[in-house]
C-alpha cells in the first residue's frame, strides 16, 4: 500500500514538473518529454494496476460506487458525460472527441489522487512540490523580464513586454500565479517559524511580480477579485492591499495601464466580437449546443452570417470565456456541470481548510486555495482556462488532494 502510494504520487510529482518547464508538445529523438505524455503513463499504470492488482481493483470498484454519492462528483460524471455525447452531434467530431479525451484524462487523474493515494504527508508533499514549482515558474519568468525575454505588446504609443516564462502565454501566466498567489499569502500569515514565514513572502512577492509581468488584464481582475474576497472573509486589514495596488499603478506605468485597460472599451472589443458569436450559436442550439470544441469548427459559418462580427485573429479558438463555451458547445447540461465543479471547488476548499484547523500548513493552503478558486471563477468570464493544460491540470490536482484530504479525515473519524 505504501509503495504503491509512493509510485502514483512520484508519478504526479514528475507530471507536474514536466508539465511547467518542458513544451506542450516537446519531443526528443522522436520521444515525446512532456507533461502530456507523463499523464498518459500514469492512467496506464492505473488501468494496468487495476487489472493484475487486487487491492488496486478492489480501491477501484469501492472508488466508482463512491464516487457518485458526492455532489462534486455528480457535476464532474454530468460534465465527461454531456462531453462525450456531444461527440455525436458535433460537425467535427475529431476535435469533440480530442476535448473530450483530454478532459477525461484530468478527471482520470483526480480520480487516482482521491482514491488511490491515501498518506497525509504524500498530500502535503504533493502541495509543497506545487508551491515550490510555483517559486521556480516566477524566478524564470522574472529573469525574462529582466532579459527582455517575452512578447512587445503595443497599446496606443505605449509598448510593454509580456512575459510567458515556461508557460508559453502570458495570460496562462498570469492566471497560474493568480491561482497560487492567495495560498502564499494566507501561509505568510498563519507561519510562525520565522524561517519559512521568508520564504512565504519571498514567494508572494514572485508570485505578484509575474502578474504585473505577465501584463494580464484576466490576472488583474482575479487578483483583485481575490483581494476583495480576502477582505471580506478573513480580515478588514487586506483592504489597505487595494492602496498599494494604487500607489503601485501611479508609481509603474505598466501596472497602470492594464488596470485601466479592464475598462477600456477598445481594448475588449475583440473578445465581445467572439462572445457575440457564441450568443448566435446559443441562440441556434440552446439545448445541446454546437459539440464539444465546435466552436472553432462552426466559427467561420457564423461570422460568415455577419461579418461584422468576425476577427480573424482568433478563427479556429474558443470564445475567451468558460460559460458561454460551455452553453455553445454542451447547452443547458454544459453549463450545469461547468458552474457545479466551480461552485463546488470553492465549497471543498472552504471544508478542507475546517476540518485541518489543528494542520497550519494545509488548513492555509485551503484557505488560500479557497480565495483562488473564486478569482479563478471570476477569471472564466473574460478567459476560457480549462482549455491551457499548464494551468486547468493544477486546478485538477488541487482540487484531488483537497477531497482526498476529505475522504481522509472521514476515514480517521470511522476508524475511532
Given at each position: 500500500m505504501k509503495n504503491r502510494n509512493s509510485l502514483f504520487c512520484y508519478l504526479i510529482v514528475m507530471y507536474m514538473l514536466l508539465l511547467v518547464l518542458f513544451q506542450s508538445k516537446y519531443v526528443f529523438k522522436g520521444i515525446p518529454i512532456n507533461g502530456d505524455a507523463v499523464l498518459g503513463i500514469i492512467i496506464v499504470i492505473y488501468l494496468?494496476?487495476?487489472?493484475?492488482?487486487?487491492?488496486?481493483?478492489?480501491?477501484?470498484?469501492?472508488?466508482?460506487?463512491?464516487?457518485?454519492?458526492?455532489?462534486?462528483?455528480?457535476?464532474?460524471?454530468?460534465?465527461?458525460?454531456?462531453?462525450?455525447?456531444?461527440?455525436?452531434?458535433?460537425?467535427?467530431?475529431?476535435?469533440?472527441?480530442?476535448?473530450?479525451?483530454?478532459?477525461?484524462?484530468?478527471?482520470?487523474?483526480?480520480f487516482i489522487i482521491v482514491y488511490e493515494i491515501n498518506n497525509l504527508k504524500l498530500f502535503q508533499k504533493l502541495i509543497k512540490v506545487y508551491l515550490l514549482l510555483s517559486s521556480l515558474v516566477g524566478i524564470i519568468g522574472i529573469f525574462d523580464f529582466i532579459s527582455g525575454i517575452g512578447t512587445i505588446q503595443k497599446n496606443g504609443l505605449t509598448s510593454e513586454l509580456r512575459v510567458a516564462s515556461t508557460l508559453e502565454n502570458s495570460n496562462n501566466l498570469g492566471a497560474f500565479f493568480v491561482f497560487a498567489i492567495f495560498p502564499m499569502i494566507i501561509l505568510l500569515f498563519k507561519e510562525k517559524i520565522k524561517f519559512n514565514k521568508l520564504l512565504y513572502l519571498i514567494g508572494t512577492i514572485i508570485c505578484f511580480l509575474n502578474i504585473v509581468f505577465s501584463g494580464s488584464r484576466n490576472a488583474w481582475v482575479g487578483l483583485i477579485v481575490g483581494i476583495f474576497i480576502l477582505t471580506i472573509s478573513y480580515s478588514i486589514k487586506f483592504i489597505s492591499v487595494f492602496g498599494v495596488l494604487g500607489v503601485l499603478a501611479?508609481?509603474?506605468?505598466?501596472?497602470?495601464?492594464?488596470?485601466?485597460?479592464?475598462?477600456?472599451?477598445?481594448?475588449?472589443?475583440?473578445?465581445?466580437?467572439?462572445?457575440?458569436?457564441?450568443?448566435?450559436?446559443?441562440?441556434?442550439?440552446?439545448?445541446?449546443?454546437?459539440?464539444?470544441?465546435?466552436?472553432?469548427?462552426?466559427?467561420?459559418?457564423?461570422?460568415?452570417?455577419?461579418?461584422?462580427?468576425?476577427?480573424?485573429?482568433?478563427?479556429?479558438?474558443?470564445?475567451?470565456?468558460?460559460?458561454?463555451?460551455?452553453?455553445?458547445?454542451?447547452?443547458?447540461?454544459?453549463?450545469?456541470?461547468?458552474?457545479?465543479?466551480?461552485?463546488?471547488?470553492?465549497?471543498?476548499?472552504?471544508?478542507?481548510?475546517?476540518?485541518?484547523?489543528?494542520?497550519?500548513?494545509?488548513?492555509?493552503?485551503?484557505?488560500?486555495?479557497?480565495?483562488?478558486?473564486?478569482?479563478?471563477?471570476?477569471?472564466?468570464?473574460?478567459?476560457?482556462?480549462?482549455?491551457?493544460?499548464?494551468?486547468?491540470?493544477?486546478?485538477?490536482?488541487?482540487?484531488?488532494?483537497?477531497?482526498?484530504?476529505?475522504?481522509?479525515?472521514?476515514?480517521?473519524?470511522?476508524?475511532?
Open positions: 494496468i494496476s487495476i487489472l493484475i492488482n487486487k487491492n488496486v481493483r478492489s480501491n477501484f470498484i469501492y472508488g466508482i460506487r463512491d464516487f457518485f454519492k458526492d455532489y462534486l462528483n455528480i457535476f464532474i460524471s454530468l460534465w465527461i458525460l454531456i462531453l462525450f455525447v456531444s461527440i455525436s452531434y458535433a460537425k467535427d467530431k475529431g476535435l469533440a472527441a480530442g476535448e473530450s479525451v483530454r478532459f477525461l484524462s484530468y478527471v482520470v487523474l483526480y501611479f508609481v509603474i506605468p505598466q501596472v497602470g495601464n492594464r488596470i485601466r485597460q479592464i475598462f477600456d472599451a477598445s481594448q475588449n472589443e475583440s473578445r465581445v466580437r467572439l462572445w457575440k458569436i457564441a450568443l448566435l450559436m446559443i441562440k441556434d442550439k440552446p439545448v445541446l449546443g454546437v459539440g464539444s470544441g465546435n466552436y472553432r469548427a462552426m466559427y467561420d459559418t457564423y461570422q460568415a452570417k455577419v461579418p461584422e462580427m468576425g476577427y480573424g485573429a482568433y478563427d479556429k479558438f474558443h470564445p475567451h470565456n468558460v460559460y458561454l463555451k460551455s452553453q455553445c458547445e454542451l447547452g443547458i447540461l454544459g453549463s450545469v456541470s461547468i458552474i457545479g465543479i466551480i461552485i463546488s471547488s470553492i465549497l471543498k476548499s472552504k471544508k478542507v481548510s475546517k476540518i485541518y484547523k489543528e494542520n497550519n500548513f494545509i488548513s492555509g493552503f485551503y484557505e488560500g486555495a479557497y480565495v483562488s478558486f473564486s478569482a479563478f471563477a471570476f477569471m472564466n468570464f473574460i478567459d476560457n482556462f480549462f482549455s491551457a493544460p499548464k494551468v486547468i491540470a493544477f486546478f485538477w490536482i488541487v482540487l484531488g488532494i483537497g477531497q482526498a484530504l476529505i475522504k481522509y479525515r472521514k476515514r480517521e473519524y470511522e476508524e475511532i
